[in-house]
């Protein structure tokens, strides 16, 4: 069974411009949940998505948004780029959301994103 | 505010020994989950081991055990048999229905 793909795996941006970054999670989870890590803010969640719904999302502002499609694939929009805004982009699925049976989220290897 | 503390940012340990990682955690939730995940340099994060809150046992995957605390809301990894490619970022996590917090991370070096 493929893994959490993240597409792609890096991208260099200019101040002001807007960035969409994809994952496609793996086959037959329903539940994809979209992280920043960052040296001097770690690990940060952003939001969750479960079958097209947004569930949970992270104190993080308007220019982060994302959605999910009927095939669960996730795509992640940032809007007006700060420098700031330079991170790793991690994306997990999980086959049901939050604190359920046999819940484990898997992630992607992380798309990489540059704000100069 | 749920808050995960890793309090040891870097360890080393030679390769064939035992070393524990620390971690501590805040919630007032009863129900949750306690992770440990690692990232390696290829910055891919995979699952260590997980524990149930529910669940007084500590969890074992391998060379892998946790030693959780609940009322010291505490979920120490343990690593035995050390081995190279166990060199990675170490971050505890701990979820509820709505919530999924890491900590900062202990970046783990295993020595030849």
């Known amino acids: 069974k493929a893994g959490v793909t993240q597409t792609p795996r890096y991208l260099i941006k200019t101040r002001g411009q807007q960035v969409t970054l994809s994952c496609s999670p793996i086959?037959?989870?329903?539940?994809v949940s979209w992280y920043q890590q960052t040296p001097g803010q770690g690990l940060q969640f952003l939001f969750e998505?479960?079958?097209?719904?947004?569930?949970n999302k992270g104190n993080f502002p308007g220019r982060f948004s994302g959605r999910q499609f009927s095939n669960s694939r996730s795509e992640m929009n940032v809007s007006t780029l700060e420098l700031g805004d330079s991170a790793l982009y991690l994306c997990?699925?999980?086959?049901?959301?939050?604190?359920?049976?046999?819940?484990?989220?898997?992630f992607g290897a992380g798309t990489r994103l540059s704000v100069l | 505010a749920q808050t995960v503390t890793q309090s040891q940012p870097e360890m080393s340990v030679q390769e064939a020994e035992t070393v524990t990682l620390s971690c501590t955690y805040d919630?007032?939730?009863?129900?949750?989950?306690l992770f440990w995940y690692k990232q390696p340099p290829s910055r891919q994060m995979i699952l260590v081991i997980r524990q149930e809150a529910y669940k007084q046992q500590n969890a074992t995957e391998n060379r892998f055990s946790v030693n959780f605390q609940k009322a010291a809301k505490s979920f120490s990894l343990k690593i035995s048999d050390s081995q190279l490619g166990d060199t990675a970022m170490y971050f505890c996590a701990f979820m509820t229905y709505n919530d999924m917090r890491f900590g900062a991370g202990t970046r783990l070096t295993v020595k030849p």
């Open positions: 086959s037959g989870h329903r539940s």
């Open positions: 997990a699925s999980s086959d049901t959301p939050g604190v359920r049976a046999k819940n484990i989220q898997y």
């Open positions: 998505y479960f079958s097209e719904t947004q569930r």
């Open positions: 919630t007032s939730e009863n129900n949750y989950y």
